[in-house]
């Protein structure tokens, strides 16, 4: 990745936009047809108040025992060599990603397969979901990274023959200033768009509609179910709360995994030449 020259706080200005603020729906019950045509249109819809206190606190817990007492085998990912880490608060402050625990970690695996969630997404893809990557985003105060716009289908692993969904479930609240989900409604009608290895593998910045930016503020067990096309992006975390998440992908049961030479046409600049 090419280092940025810009601060985080420039970027924070620059690429992501603060004023169009989604209104979350109350509960998963109150969703009705009329939100799954909009979803079609718009890629997105959230829910504040799926998962109850107790599913909350106990995902938690989860992440913070695989962080701090027994990985069990998920996979870490810090933003300093972990070997580096000598106390309790040095590891809160460093960790980013922990994933692959559905099969190790029970109380994940619930939340994994919760049947408000399960049950929505059986309704926006009209068949059976299969799970296809788990994992919990983790944005320290003070510094935890952006996550630069892109497209999820465009990572290799979730590049399927039909469209993949996004689950992102706050732990935390998400606000406008600890890094809740930034979304351009509707940009998944786009199809597929190169990335470049830039920050991350991520859009070109100057192709972002940023004046279309929505942000998708969430309480604790809200949750966010977003199209796998749509251009959606975090900003760095520079206040004093900390914001933890839960991201969970699911395809269609039918769905296969394209080959890489569809994948490079679809999702690189190989074809156009087009450079960023
Ligand atoms: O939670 C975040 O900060 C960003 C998550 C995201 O967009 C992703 O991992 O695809």
Known sequence: MRPSQESQETINAKLYKYDNVHVSLNGIQALQDEHFARYKQSGFLSANGVLNESEIEQSKEALTDLLHVDRKGAKLQFSKPEKELRTPRERDLAIRKIHEFVSVEERLRR??????VIGTIRRIFGEEPK???DMALLKPPHGGGEKPWHQDMAYGNLTYTKAAIGVWIALDEATADNGCMHIIPGSHQEGATPHYAVRDWQLCDAQVPVSRDVIVPLKPGGVLFFHGMLYHGTPSNLSESRRR???FHYVPASAEKVSPQEYK????NELSGAEC
């Not at 939340?111 to 408000?116: L, M, N």
């Not at 046409?265 to 690189?268: K, N, P, S």
């Open 245 to 247: 998440a839960l991201q």
């Open 265 to 268: 046409r679809m999702f690189t």
């Open 111 to 116: 939340i994994a397969y919760h049947q408000g």
């Open 131 to 133: 799970l296809i990557q």
